[in-house]
């Protein structure tokens, strides 16, 4: 998820503090406070299992394109970082097999779909 | 801050009424949401020419520090004005200040129409539930008036970019994709298939060049609890284009809030037929489903440009985290729904 959920973190313990102050109009802290909710049962959401999510994926993405390799480094941050390089050359070997080899595309799709469902967020409106 | 706020648009509001005397401001409070505007309402009060007393609720609509989309206002201020009084109904626009010394940033002050609500998760339980085959009867047929207005005698064509029919659907696609080139946070595969298969497959050109709203959607209108549309909100990214772009739009997937139905209201062919009535165009299927397309690609670039302007610290508020937490993933679904592909 991005902005990633350390920083939103972060910035929402300072918003909940801020929002302590008694002086401040009802309106304004229940929006403030509405939304920070809502973060927080995002963040809680992905928590458990974002980590095995991205190790899930980067292994598919690596078959896909025929990479070695395995993920060491299980910090979110190294995970996703990791994750980025191989979606981005996932792009390209989509591009480049598009009309050309339907089984590699139809792999490709699949894992997408597979990647979208695992990332699927509780009360997706779609 | 809504205090501070007070009497230096007071100030602002006396200048532009040199009629009245003690005008002041009260009330004033932030309304909840509003990403790409900072919206409050508040009380005016003053006394006119002849010393009577008089008052009006007011909205209050200021740029933030960094905007979840870069629009400019003047646009948005013209195009509340240009259909006020119409069929298709908008609050009264009152000043536009474009200058930042007034309030440290540009507004503009327009009438609060009361009383009514925007919010989508209203529309499933009672007293709003019984309500959606008329709510969706005024939706669509107030956005096939939008359609039908002809830009020129609105004199929108003076504040909006021009385009050809031929040329709608690649501006469009142009500008989004570059948004997503510039502040995509990650790599996003399934939305830059979807550029591909877009770029690969153009729609014909469009019937006609009208206007388009931009961001009509369940959630950007006012209604009551019988269905009618009292305002139509949220003007900020109107242009000139296709009108099936609006119509693509209010058939993104993510705006059925989950219920698979057109905005959460009534079957899509059911909402094309009051369209089409309403407007006196045709929604041919393949064109449309190109922009329903276009509309999860722009949808992803909007999320992606929240997540953005977070990141790289304009604006730290809540709301600008919100839309890419709950939005990306289900953009991504509604775009596979859309080629088929879930």
């Not at chain 1, 089984?103 to 009360?123: H, M």
């Not at chain 2, 609890?225 to 009292?230: F, P, V």
């Not at chain 2, 489903?289 to 977070?310: D, E, P």
Request: glycine share 8%; proline share 7%; with cysteine.
């Amino acid at each position: 998820m991005k902005p990633d959920v350390p920083a939103v973190l972060i910035e929402t313990a300072g918003l909940l503090a801020r929002n302590a102050d008694p002086s401040l109009p009802p309106a304004e802290r229940a929006s403030a406070l509405g939304l920070s909710a809502a973060l927080l049962g995002f963040a809680a959401q992905a928590w458990d299992g974002a980590a095995h999510n991205l190790v899930q994926e980067n292994r598919a993405i690596r078959s896909l394109l025929g990479e070695a390799g395995s993920d060491d480094d299980l910090r979110l941050s190294a995970l996703s970082v990791e994750n980025a390089r191989l979606r981005a050359a996932l792009i390209a070997l989509q591009a480049q097999v598009e009309g050309k080899d339907p089984a590699k595309e139809a792999a490709i799709w699949a894992e997408l779909v597979a990647s979208t469902e695992r990332r699927l967020v509780a009360g997706s409106p779609a | 801050m809504s205090s501070t706020l007070e009497p230096r648009l007071a100030a602002y509001i006396a200048g532009r009424m040199p009629e009245a005397s003690e005008v002041a401001v009260d009330s004033l409070g932030r309304i909840s949401g509003g990403a790409s505007r900072e919206t409050y309402r508040f009380r005016l009060t003053w006394r006119d020419a002849a010393g009577t007393p008089r008052e009006r609720k007011l909205i209050l609509r200021r740029d933030p520090p960094a905007s979840l989309i870069d629009t400019e206002r003047r646009i948005e201020f013209e195009a509340y004005r240009a259909f006020h009084g119409s069929a298709v109904p908008v609050p009264e626009m009152l000043w536009l200040e474009e200058a930042d010394a007034a309030l440290d940033h540009p507004f503009f002050v327009a009438e609060e129409i009361a009383g009514h609500q925007a919010s989508p998760g209203l529309l499933w339980a009672e007293p709003y539930a019984g309500c959606h085959q008329h709510l969706a009867e005024r939706k669509w047929t107030i956005l096939g008036e939008i359609a039908k207005a002809d830009p020129l005698a609105l004199g929108l064509d003076k504040v909006m970019e021009p385009v050809t029919a031929d040329a709608c659907w690649k501006r469009e696609l142009v500008y989004w994709e570059g948004v997503l080139d510039e502040d995509e946070a990650e790599p996003l595969p399934i939305i830059r298939a979807a550029i591909r298969w877009l770029r690969a497959n153009p729609p014909p050109p469009a019937q006609k060049v009208g206007v388009v709203h931009g961001d009509y959607r369940t959630g950007n209108f006012l209604f009551d609890t019988k269905g009618e549309i009292h305002g139509v909100l949220d003007w900020e990214m109107a242009h000139l284009g296709d009108p099936l772009e609006d119509l693509g739009w209010s058939f993104n997937p993510v705006w059925s809030f989950g219920r698979v139905l057109a905005g959460g209201l009534i079957p899509q062919d059911e909402a094309v037929a009051i369209w089409e009535r309403s407007s006196g165009l045709k929604a041919d299927p393949a064109a449309l489903q190109w922009w329903t397309l276009f509309n999860c690609v722009k949808g992803q670039a909007i999320w992606v440009s929240s997540a953005r302007a977070w990141i790289d610290g304009g604006n730290r508020e809540p709301i600008m985290a919100y839309p890419p937490w709950a939005l990306q993933n289900a953009q991504d679904r509604a775009a596979l729904k859309v080629m088929g592909r879930l």
